[in-house]
């Protein structure tokens, strides 16, 4: 049975960090695509990130490029979401899936199991 674990969210001011965690079993990490995406209230769930199995080639929303950092530990099977510089618009639930290969990352219904999210609420 494949199961995904967020972790790692909450309540940070506008400018601070986040690290989420996506602890999964039942698959392997380096030989699958994860993904994180996030969905804010009354607005469809985005791409965030994706960590492509192999080589570990990484994807982000452009919006958060050069904020946010993806990276997988395969010892811990565990993929994370570092946020940086975080803004009142990154507030949403946070969700991690995953794929055997996925061809367009972004795209919410090319991920096959998903976890049950975590909320990042950004605010002063």
């Known amino acids: 049975q494949v199961q995904l674990v967020e972790s790692g969210g909450g309540l940070v001011q506008p400018g601070g960090s986040l690290r989420l965690s996506c602890v999964v079993s039942?698959?392997?990490?380096?030989?699958?695509?994860i993904g994180w995406f996030r969905q804010a209230p009354g607005k469809e769930r985005e791409g965030v990130s994706c960590?492509?199995?192999?080589?570990?080639?990484?994807y982000y929303k452009d919006s958060v490029k050069d904020r946010f950092i993806i990276s997988r530990d395969n010892a811990k099977n565990t993929v994370y979401l570092q946020m940086n510089s975080l803004k009142p618009e990154d507030t949403a639930v946070y969700y991690c899936?995953?794929?055997?290969?996925?061809?367009?990352?972004?795209?919410?219904?090319?991920?096959?199991?998903w976890g049950q999210g975590t909320q990042v609420t950004v605010s002063s």
């Open positions: 960590i492509s199995s192999g080589d570990g080639s990484t």
């Open positions: 039942g698959l392997t990490v380096d030989y699958n695509d």
């Open positions: 899936a995953a794929t055997a290969m996925v061809t367009l990352w972004w795209e919410s219904y090319n991920y096959d199991y």
